[in-house]
């Protein structure tokens, strides 16, 4: 199974800082990957699928990038409402397997 | 509104089995491709399983960790999906997500998510 690694665990940063968030494929995924964005008690939400393409109706400050087995994700500037648990999923090969998770705290 | 509703969740012993329910207004099962998804309690998201659309004979695709265990089904007249899990383990503890991969050109997104049903197995 391809493995996922997600760093950091979790971080905390202030109110309009950027932050980046990386995911690690123990192989060449290609652009074979999406985030997610978790907040307590609620189903997780799509950000970005495709390594870089933003889902309809999220909001521009939130980007992807990267391919092959180095992904990372970018709040352009961090709100109170960015605050929320973030995971990475890869889909080019069964099983489908999600990072370990990057919990985003507010300073 | 396009919703997806779980059901069936609650308590069951070791070794014991359950059906959950997930059921679909707002959009067509059959074209979609649908998956499981489960979280244990404090921790991070598992991928469970994966059934593919009509077309591709709703064939399906699991984790390692409940391959022969759970077995996904789909009723057309219902708009329903199931998960029928036998020889439950307390570590199939979890909340279980009914989700819809909404991803264009074979792109995988899961743009829509059932509200989640609880499963704890424990005697």
């Known amino acids: 199974a391809i493995q996922m690694t997600q760093s950091p665990s979790s971080l905390s940063a202030s109110v309009g800082d950027r932050v980046t968030i990386t995911c690690r494929a123990s192989q060449d995924i290609r652009t074979d990957l999406s985030w997610y964005q978790q907040k307590p008690g609620k189903a997780p939400k799509v950000l970005i699928y495709?390594?870089?393409t933003l889902q309809n109706g999220v909001p521009s400050k939130f980007s992807g990038s990267g391919s092959g087995t180095h992904f990372s994700l970018t709040i352009s500037s961090l709100q109170p409402e960015d605050s929320a648990t973030y995971y990475c999923?890869?889909?080019?090969?069964?099983?489908?397997?999600f990072g370990g998770g990057t919990k985003v705290e507010i300073k | 509104e396009v919703q997806l509703v779980e059901s069936g969740g609650g308590l069951v012993q070791p070794g014991g089995s359950l059906r959950l329910s997930c059921t679909a207004s707002g959009l067509t099962l059959s074209d979609q491709y649908m998956d499981w998804v489960r979280q244990a309690p404090g921790k991070g998201l598992e991928w469970v399983g994966r059934?593919?659309?009509?077309?591709?004979?709703?064939?399906?695709e699991y984790a390692a960790s409940v391959r022969g265990r759970f077995t996904i089904s789909r009723d057309e007249s219902k708009n329903s999906l199931y998960l029928q899990m036998t020889g439950l383990k307390s570590e199939d503890t979890a909340v279980y997500y009914c989700?819809?991969?909404?991803?264009?050109?074979?792109?995988?997104?899961?743009?829509?998510w059932g509200q989640g049903t609880m499963i704890t197995v424990s005697s």
């Open positions: 989700v819809r991969d909404g991803g264009k050109l074979g792109a995988t997104a899961f743009d829509i």
């Open positions: 999923l890869q889909d080019d090969g069964y099983p489908l397997t």
């Open positions: 059934s593919r659309i009509k077309a591709k004979n709703y064939t399906t």
């Open positions: 495709a390594a870089s």
